[in-house]
């Protein structure tokens, strides 16, 4: 199996973020457009796998494949600069909402990552 230097460096912040996220965190609802919604926030947890479970204010739970967070991650830098639109990151994931807060809480280890 090859590893891709973009790989090498997404693993390396998975690792991170899921070092983090193995006590239960606060996630505050962001998007580049609007900052911060002060309604939607979420808990975010690491349990093991390739998967951070996110439990939302209903109490309903959702499972965040490992892979959805490699896309936004290799598309960060665009997506906050405005060069990458957020419809078309929907396009390739339904947990943009969920992914997009997370980085942007823990951006100190994408800048260490990149």
Known sequence: ???REGSM???EFWKKLTTVLRDKRLIRNWTRDSGYLGKGDF???YRGGNVIICILESGSVLRVPKEDFELLFNHWEDYIKGRYPRHLLRNKSRFTK????ILNQYGEFLQEAI
């Open 43 to 45: 808990y975010a947890v």
């Open 98 to 101: 969920y992914t997009i807060s």
């Open 9 to 11: 460096r997404f693993d």
């Open 1 to 3: 199996m090859k590893c």
